[in-house]
């Protein structure tokens, strides 16, 4: 039962040729800051990235992305740095406007509008939400994956992209994709390729997501190590269509 339950996420789902503007978003956990800045910034320019989101982002790692040249590659940004864990961030090769973080959120998570060239938009947010496992019990996990929001039909379209500390056997993330979303990771055939932890433990498991507006066809999926942090970055291509 176990294996007619997950193996479906190995394979490719059907889905519809993709007519629009191709977007490429890059996320990574940082690790409190910790991440290889350069390592961030040579896979932005590797992957032909549009928008890096970023989770556990210190004022440390901005002044080491900075140095890195992320914002010769992507100009616009959206950071949020607090030391430790809450931090968190986009950068755009496209022009950024802010947008209200989701609520109610125990850490802080970026969220803006790219404006795309031509008429066509996307809003990012970068996604983390308190993992189950601290001292307060998993109560604020539950809120916090509650409080992410769900596609709007009437507005752009939305992507929910980082470290959402949950599977796609969590109801909190079940429930999302209910609401007109679209597992990245799954569509592709990805959805068993693990994203924490990078090294050291058994067993890894997929707990960064890329949740894709289902009118938008996802073409790639891929884990990217970075040296630094137990996270694996996730990459995801998906087509925005034109209006």
Do not use: K
Request: negative net charge; aromatic residues 4%; charged residues 20%.
């Amino acid at each position: 039962m176990l294996v007619a339950a997950v193996a479906p996420r190995a394979f490719p789902d059907p889905r519809p040729i993709g007519v629009g503007r191709d977007v490429r978003v890059l996320s990574a956990n940082l690790l409190r800051g910790n991440a290889d800045a350069a390592a961030v910034v040579a896979a932005v320019r590797a992957h032909r990235v549009d928008v890096l989101a970023l989770q556990e982002l210190t004022p440390d790692a901005v002044a080491d992305l900075d140095r890195a040249g992320l914002a010769d590659v992507l100009p616009h940004r959206v950071f949020l740095p607090e030391p430790g864990v809450p931090g968190s961030g986009l950068a755009s090769r496209h022009p950024l406007s802010s947008r209200p973080p989701s609520a109610p959120s125990t850490l802080r998570q970026a969220r803006a509008l790219v404006d795309l060239p031509g008429d066509e938009d996307v809003e990012v947010l970068s996604v983390h939400a308190l993992a189950p496992t601290v001292p307060g019990g998993s109560e604020p996990w539950r809120r916090d994956l509650a409080g992410l929001p769900g596609r709007d039909l009437d507005g752009p379209v939305r992507v929910l992209v980082g470290d959402f500390n949950a599977t796609l056997d969590h109801v909190g993330l079940r429930r999302l994709l209910n609401q007109g979303y679209v597992d990245a990771a799954d569509q592709v055939g990805e959805g068993l390729n693990p994203t924490w932890p990078a090294t050291g433990y058994w067993p890894p498991v997929v707990i960064d997501h890329a949740l894709v507006d289902n009118r938008c066809p996802v073409e790639e999926f891929r884990v990217v190590d970075l040296p630094g942090t137990d996270h694996r970055a996730v990459l995801t291509r998906f087509v925005v269509p034109t209006p």
